[in-house]
T-cell receptor
């Protein structure tokens, strides 16, 4: 069955430090992968997505993610974190069944210290 | 502005009552979705609709009902059969039901059973 695992429930970093959020997926075919960000009590905003081609994907707000098929991973990175990046981050995989249904990970909450 | 509007933002329900959450989009999207979010569990799909007058159950449809009479509207009714309805509910839409499309989310509705 398809699944997404985000092994880190909570991560704390200092402002200006680099960030990597982990995401592993289980899916039989080539996946479509997404990263979303959610501020408290708000909806989700798309950061970036991978469909095919270049395995390093650039997104909004200075984020990037790298698709590694051999490791079934799609980790999110940012070289220098800003206090406004504090939020919850969700990795998701799209089921390729002619719908846009997404399977979400359980999320990683990012806390940023000044 | 184009987007997805959910109402109400906060809703309290007494046990045994049905409540309806509204979701309206002016993005001219064909597909619409309802997700439920609980702390530590990520998002889970309740119902989705790929076209007007058609909808399918998601992973946790029991105790919920939907309708899709208009393209722009996809209301969710939480019935008294839903045993644990307190949660954050997110409505979403995508341009058409082809795998890998970006899904856009509303701002969410908090439902609390009192």
């Amino acid at each position: 069955a398809q699944s997404v695992t985000q092994p880190d429930i909570h991560i704390t970093v200092s402002e200006g430090a680099s960030l990597e959020l982990r995401c592993n997926y289980s899916y039989g075919a080539t996946p479509y992968l997404f990263w979303y960000v959610q501020s408290p009590g708000q909806g989700l905003q798309l950061l970036l997505k991978y469909f095919s081609g270049d395995t390093l994907v650039q997104g909004i707000k200075g984020f990037e993610a790298e698709f590694k098929r051999s490791q079934s991973s799609f980790n999110l990175r940012k070289p220098s974190v800003h206090w406004s990046d504090a939020a919850e981050y969700f990795c998701a995989v799209a089921i390729r069944d002619n719908t846009d249904k997404l399977i979400f990970g359980t999320g990683t909450r990012l806390q940023v210290f000044p | 502005d184009g987007g997805i509007t959910q109402s109400p933002k906060y809703l309290f329900r007494k046990e045994g009552q049905n409540v309806t959450l509204s979701c309206e989009q002016n993005l001219n999207h064909d597909a619409m979705y309802w997700y439920r979010q609980d702390p530590g569990q990520g998002l889970r799909l309740i119902y989705y609709s790929q076209i007007v007058n058609d909808f399918q159950k998601g992973d946790i449809a029991e105790g919920y009902s939907v309708s899709r009479e208009k393209k722009e509207s996809f209301p969710l009714t939480v019935t008294s059969a839903q045993k644990n309805p307190t949660a954050f509910y997110l409505c979403a839409s995508s341009s058409r039901a082809i795998s890998g499309n970006t899904i856009y989310f509303g701002e969410g509705s908090w439902l609390t059973v009192v």
